[in-house]
């Protein structure tokens, strides 16, 4: 391996972080948008049994993907976080 190989690998990284970063916004679209049905519906921001269901379903998505489960709540909990930020904005 040599620097240019380096280089082709920190590119395909900046390329995959591009593409989380993408999902994140169009999430957060669509956080938004659920979060106006919500208001219309009368129901507040948070929804813990939701949030309980989605850790379970992001653990058993990491635990195929050989993702550590600490490093998936600490993500997941930041989106969820953000996810009622943008809910309670509306």
């Not at 040599?2 to 390329?15: A, M, S």
């Not at 995959?16 to 979060?35: A, C, M, N, Q, Y």
């Not at 049905?37 to 269901?53: A, H, I, N």
């Amino acid at each position: 391996m040599n620097n240019k190989d380096l280089e082709l690998l920190r590119q395909e990284i900046d390329k995959v972080d591009k593409e989380i970063l993408e999902s994140l916004k169009t999430r957060f679209v669509l956080v938004k948008k659920i979060g106006e049905f919500k208001k219309q519906l009368g129901f507040g921001p948070v929804d813990k049994e939701r949030e309980e269901e989605l850790f379970v379903i992001y653990k058993s998505i990491g635990d195929d993907l050989g993702l550590d489960e600490n490093l998936i709540k600490i993500i997941f909990k930041a989106i969820i976080e953000e996810s009622k930020r943008i809910q309670n904005n509306n």
